[in-house]
């Protein structure tokens, strides 16, 4: 059975103009059979165009039924409408409608790439091409742009492209309008011809010559037709078509048909882009170095902690001064019971590997043979498990052993500075020396010097210390309160919690003494947890200022790309006319950003390791204990291509989304 061309059913449409409607068509009715010519005549304002847009499935009727070779319209998905256009229908506009970044073949081919969905492979249209601009005496002019093309030449380069495809019907929108009576005619004998072929061809004309050659004359007014029934018999042309199945659009169709698109585009304004890639450029960089920097320097400082020792704890106990009278149960706290309160702890709490008594008493002065240090020396009561427990070396000699301890030995080890100032070059292994305190002295023989140290405050002084077996040491002279075990330092297994222990500590003597006594955990590892704390805070900070900087890039990159949208309208509207689905068109300007945005993203991490390297490198020249190193972090990486990501994709939406939303009528009649 042979289907109309095309069947209109009580088509309306109203265009909407700021909230209201405009109607253009009001209940038209219109059969054009296949094989026909057919001239659309009316005045200006009566709904030419807006018809032929609606029998190009470029616009949706509000009402009614459209028919295009048995297929109804209104049923069609974007996709199908797409594909449509692309193989049935061939444009020819007033206008000419031609891209001027192309070359005369490249317009003619324009259509073959879409539409991107359907399947199987593409052939090589060029060829044909060829063989059309050959037949419509374009031969010489394929790689001509079409700015110098005459008017007439410009038109059959427009009907070159309607034919590339194939199609069997031409839709031609005022085609000898922009055209001198000559070339109008050679216009109108090539539709002739074309005619002549099979094909149906639907021309709207102001003119009476271009209608007279026609074989009907549809006359319509106030968007219904007035005059031109169906009443010639059509011409014999069958068409058997059926919609393939159109998938969605493949990764590698995106990048094969748009990416070139969008590289062409983007050269074309390179200076505009490179401008705009800076700002990308610039973010991602600072993305990149304010983290890895903010991480670098959080490791370099909780470095020179970790050195003090991280899975240590020093445990106080002091009585509560606090405390009133009334409030004492039992005997006041003093202090604790080395054999009750110490010993036994490693047993109670497994996870303490290592626990040392800690006596301390100030302000001493050593003697040795003529030289003395005055009032600075610190004696501290150890054990074998001291030095360990606080990371601390030996430069000479040996150290504390429990036979000492066991033994009360009269041995010491000696800071280093005392060492220094008491022995000069002499080695001090074996020399007795004499430590003293108001009227009190003692003497040791000292066994070993325990290497430089560092101490956070200045009032703990290891390298002004004199360090002796704690039992030797209670067996001196010293105050009374300095006899008291009030401090312990502990070690426990690497995989424990410092943190806990100290803790369970706090609450297992808060049980055995009440609130006669005061008891506290001090650990190193709080103190790193709070400045890790801190410094992880630092780098976020950095961070998300950095985004700041990237977030204004992807900015620029939006506002470039609308003002591509804007610019692009006409071409936008052409790619639509001649198979370009909606998916396509967003994909086309998605592909543009996600390039930018990569682009200039690789030269952003680029440009952010330098910045770091270089600014790491200006702090070694400048700071002693900081030395130049190559510094690679994943995850300053990792959050850095991230942030490309999805720049490129928030960038690219709004634009893509406005591009896609345009009606083809629009962006063909915007100048
Ligand atoms: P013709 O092609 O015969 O000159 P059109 O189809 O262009 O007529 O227009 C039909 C009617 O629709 C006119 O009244 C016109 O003002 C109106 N119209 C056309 N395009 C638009 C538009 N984009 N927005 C609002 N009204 C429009």
């Not at 078509?241 to 969605?248: E, K, S």
């Not at 002065?365 to 606080?390: H, K, W």
């Not at 080890?413 to 305190?437: D, K």
């Not at 900081?626 to 928030?650: D, S």
């Amino acid at each position: 059975m042979k289907q109309p061309a095309f069947e209109l059913r009580d088509v309306h449409y109203s265009y909407r103009l700021h909230g209201q409607s405009v109607p253009a068509l009001r209940g038209m009715n219109l059969t054009i059979q296949q094989g026909e010519m057919v001239a659309i005549q009316g005045p200006s304002g009566s709904g030419k165009s807006t018809l032929l847009y609606l029998l190009g499935c470029m616009l949706d009727a509000d009402r009614g039924l459209i028919r295009i070779l048995g297929h109804e319209v209104g049923r069609l998905g974007d996709r199908e409408k797409a594909y449509f256009r692309n193989r049935q229908l061939g444009f020819v506009f007033q206008q000419f409608h031609l891209l001027t970044s192309r070359d005369v073949l490249g317009n003619i081919v324009l259509p073959a790439s879409y539409p991107l969905e359907s399947p199987g492979p593409k052939k090589d249209y060029r060829a044909r091409a060829k063989a059309i601009a050959e037949r419509l005496g374009l031969g010489e002019r394929l790689s001509h742009k079409p700015q110098e093309l005459s008017g007439g030449q410009q038109q059959r380069v427009a009907i070159a492209r309607a034919l590339i495809r194939d199609a069997p019907v031409i839709l031609a929108d005022e085609p000898t309008g922009n055209l001198d009576s000559k070339s109008s005619e050679e216009i109108l004998n090539l539709l002739k011809e074309l005619h002549y072929e099979g094909k149906t061809v639907v021309i709207i004309t102001h003119s009476k010559e271009v209608a007279a050659q026609c074989q009907r004359t549809i006359w319509i007014r106030d968007g219904q037709v007035v005059e031109g029934e169906d009443r010639t018999p059509p011409v014999a042309v069958e068409r058997a078509f059926d919609f393939p199945r159109l998938t969605g659009l493949g990764f590698w169709n995106l990048l094969r048909e748009s990416l070139p698109q969008a590289l062409d585009n983007l050269w074309r304004n390179r200076t505009r882009t490179l401008l705009t890639m800076m700002g990308v450029v610039v973010g991602v960089a600072s993305v990149l170095s304010m983290i890895t920097l903010g991480t670098f320097t959080k490791d370099k400082i909780l470095q020179s902690y970790a050195t003090l020792g991280i899975n240590t704890l020093a445990f106080n106990a002091y009585p509560n001064w606090a405390l009133q009278a009334k409030d004492v149960q039992g005997p006041m706290f003093q202090s604790l019971n080395i054999d009750r309160d110490m010993k036994p702890l490693p047993k109670i709490f497994p996870e303490i590997r290592r626990i040392a008594p800690h006596y301390a008493d100030g302000m001493y002065s050593a003697i040795y043979s003529g030289r003395s240090i005055q009032n600075e020396i610190l004696v501290t009561g150890i054990n074998e498990d001291t030095f360990p427990i606080t990371r601390r070396e030996l430069a000479m000699g040996s150290p504390i052993q429990p036979f000492h301890v066991r033994n009360k030995s009269s041995v010491c080890v000696i800071g280093f500075e005392v060492a220094e100032r008491l022995f000069q070059r002499q080695n001090p292994i074996g020399e007795p020396i004499v430590v003293a305190v108001d009227e009190a002295n003692f003497s040791c023989v000292v066994i070993g010097v325990s290497k430089p140290m560092y101490a956070k405050e200045r009032r703990f002084r290891p390298d002004l210390e004199v360090s002796v077996p704690y039992t030797y040491f209670l067996s001196l002279p010293v105050g009374w309160w300095q006899r008291g075990l009030r401090e312990m330092l502990i070690e426990v297994d690497a995989s424990a919690d410092v943190e806990m222990t100290g803790k369970k500590l706090q609450a297992f003597f808060e049980k055995r003494y009440g609130k006669a006594g005061r008891f506290s955990a001090s650990s190193n590892t709080v103190l790193v947890a709070q400045m890790r704390r801190f410094l992880t805070l630092f780098t976020v900070l950095l961070g998300c200022i950095a985004a700041v900087t990237l977030i204004v890039g992807g900015m620029g990159i939006t506002n470039m790309m609308l003002v591509s949208v804007n610019e692009r309208l006409r071409e936008i509207g052409l790619r639509k006319a001649l198979g370009a689905s909606n998916q396509a068109i967003r994909q086309l300007f998605f592909a543009e950003s996600l390039f930018l945005c990569f682009t200039a993203g690789l030269f952003g991490l680029g440009m952010g390791v330098l910045a770091y390297q270089g600014l790491i490198y200006t702090g070694s020249q400048f700071m002693e204990n900081l030395r130049y190193e190559w510094v690679f972090n994943a995850w300053a990486f990792i959050i850095a291509f991230v942030a490309i990501l999805l720049t490129g994709i928030l960038s690219g939406l709004g634009p893509a989304v406005k591009a896609e939303k345009l009606q083809v009528i629009e962006a063909l009649r915007s100048e």
